[in-house]
């Protein structure tokens, strides 16, 4: 697949996510769980992509979500979606990446970026929660929406993107 | 390393009350919004549609409830109607300006929402008006139920409505609201300043000591500041106590508007003072 197509797919999803996906949460739990499937999309991109792919689709989709839904301020999405998909894609960028070593990097990627975005809410004061409080409130809830999405969408992610690098291979040695 | 300097920049030149947004933003915003709008409405529709089912057993109830509010209406109705045209008459013989007479004068826009935020630290709501549409910053936004938020930032198509869960008295990206309750306004004052995350309320502060507001008080704007109109609903007050310093009292609002699943907000823009009319005046 190229990346034409990719991004034309995360853009789609991305529109998904602020406009369906807050409609199939339960009323009870919209304030709990919030999607991150772009950002776990970026995952896939750093384990089954590279990890400069990653870095491009995480800042640039990031920044869209800034703007989009500006409200105080722009940089904590774009910087940390980049930044975690690059470090992921560091550590573990083309190795044999199992399913079970799959889930278990999106859960820790999601955790580190809804921690590090409370952070610079925090930091900033925008937030006045603590940390514990809206770990058990929202980062946890949210964790099990992107696992079980992660799950379903494994497959046709991999394949999307290990077709993609084999492409990018091939003509490389062209 | 250079990234993270970017990133403080980066908030750094965002965190104010910026006046407005660039273009490159305001077209990115409606792009996606004219796309987000074709999916936010049906998928509202059909939720709605299931919801219907599940509350067809209460609208029974609710049916008879209201028709005793609508007799309630009627009767203040007369009422509201002979005030009306005597506060008219006594406008008219105390030689009012024309924007002073149109000061209260709201006009509501109706909206729709077009997508919302997965952040749980800014839950910014789109909305499909824009400055073509006469939406201006600040501005506020309410549903038939009560305050909504402010408009935070507008593109020609698209604006974001920052919701009362972002209000904060220490930052400079959300101003403080004035305050009064139902009943007392020309008695109570107050301002909303904070949101209490962990318990869900909006926190009213600067009450002052002789304050006859109590507990179970519907809170009002109180359009002080000439900047937000006034009378719309807020809140219904949970608790009063004293403040940090013990000289002022602090309330716990619990807002009426529910951010979940909104689909229509009205934009209420307040009559703008018409510069002719006091060139007219000083002339």
């Given amino acids: ?174 | 390393m250079i990234g993270f300097l970017l990133l403080i920049v980066l908030i750094g030149l965002t965190i104010g009350g910026r006046q407005k947004v660039t273009w490159p933003e305001r077209f990115i915003k409606d792009a996606v919004g004219f796309v987000q709008q074709i999916v936010y409405r049906p998928a509202g529709a059909v939720a709605g549609f299931f919801q219907d089912i599940a509350n067809l057993k209460e609208v029974y109830k609710e049916n008879e409830e209201l028709r005793k509010l609508a007799a309630a209406y009627a009767r203040d109705k007369v009422e509201y109607n002979f005030v009306k045209s005597e506060n008219e008459r006594l406008k008219e013989e105390l030689e009012f300006k024309q924007h002073q007479k149109e000061m209260n004068d709201y006009k509501y826009m109706i909206a729709q929402v077009i997508s919302v935020n997965n952040d749980a630290n800014n839950r910014t709501i789109n909305i499909n008006l824009g400055s073509k549409h006469g939406v201006e910053k600040d501005m506020a936004v309410v549903t038939s139920d009560g305050l909504v938020g402010l408009v935070k930032s507008v593109s020609p198509f698209t604006a974001s409505i920052t919701p009362y869960t972002e209000l904060s008295a220490t930052t400079t990206t959300f101003n403080a609201i004035s305050a009064t309750v139902m009943g007392k306004e020309s008695d109570s004052f107050g301002i909303l300043s904070d949101y209490n995350t962990e318990q869900e309320r909006i926190l009213m502060t600067k009450i002052g000591e002789n304050d006859p507001m109590a507990e179970g008080d519907v809170v009002i704007t109180s359009g002080l500041g000439n900047i937000y109109p006034r009378g719309l609903r807020v809140g219904e007050i949970e608790s009063l106590k004293v403040g940090d310093f013990g000289l002022t009292y602090v309330a716990t609002v619990k807002p009426f508007v529910d951010l979940n699943k909104l689909t229509e907000v009205f934009v209420v823009s307040a009559p703008q003072q018409q510069n002719n009319e006091i060139e007219e005046t000083e002339s």
């Avoid at chain 1, 940089?75 to 573990?92: A, E, R, S, W």
Wanted: some cysteine; glycine content about 6%.
């Fill in chain 1, 1 to 174: 697949m190229s990346m034409n197509r990719i991004v034309l797919l995360m853009l789609a999803i991305f529109v998904l996510e602020g406009s369906l996906v807050p409609w199939l949460i339960p009323s009870s739990y919209s304030d709990r769980i919030f999607s991150h499937f772009i950002f776990v999309i970026v995952i896939f991109s750093a384990l089954y992509g590279s990890r400069y792919q990653a870095l491009f689709l995480g800042m640039s989709f990031g920044l869209l979500q800034d703007i989009i839904y500006y409200g105080h301020v722009i940089g904590p999405h774009f910087f940390f979606m980049g930044l975690l998909g690059y470090l992921v894609g560091i550590i573990l960028e083309r190795k044999k990446t199992t399913l079970l070593l799959a889930i278990s990097v999106v859960g820790f990627a999601c955790l580190a970026y809804d921690s590090a975005l409370y952070f610079v809410y925090y930091i900033f004061k925008i937030t006045n929660a603590t940390y514990p409080w809206s770990l058990i409130h929202y980062i946890l809830p949210s964790l099990f929406l992107q696992l079980a999405f992660t799950l379903c969408a494994y497959v046709p992610l991999r394949k999307m993107f290990e077709k993609r690098m084999k492409n990018a291979d091939s003509s490389d040695e062209i």
